[in-house]
């Protein structure tokens, strides 16, 4: 199988996005209880993300939020909140939206 993942310094990139609205944040639960395992959704930047040249990591946040929910959200506003080490072996932009 080939590798899709994009590697930056050694770490695999990816995104995570918080979706905020009236003061309340979205978050999701993966089948085992929100007091259990709960997650800022979130997904790997891809190599075909880098096309073109263009902004590989906004690239990367608007096909994970098409994919997560089946191209259901449309962004219509975003903030970069900064990046985040996550157990040393990736590296997650992080955004709200």
Same mark, same amino acid.
């Given at each position: ?11 695999? @990139? ?13 978050? @999701? ?20 993300? *880098? ?20 191209? *259901? ?14 157990? *040393? ?9």
């Amino acid at each position: 199988m080939t590798n899709t993942k994009s590697y930056k310094n050694g770490l695999i @990139e990816g995104v995570v996005f918080c979706f905020y609205k009236d003061n309340k944040v979205l978050l @999701e639960d993966r089948g085992k209880g929100f007091n259990v395992e709960t997650f800022f959704t979130n997904g790997t930047i891809e190599i075909k993300d *880098k096309r073109n040249n263009s902004d590989y990591i906004t690239n990367a946040l608007y096909r994970e939020v098409s994919e997560e929910f089946s191209d *259901k959200i449309n962004i219509l506003e975003k903030a970069f909140l900064g990046g985040l080490l996550f157990q *040393k072996s990736m590296f997650y932009f992080m955004f709200l939206l």
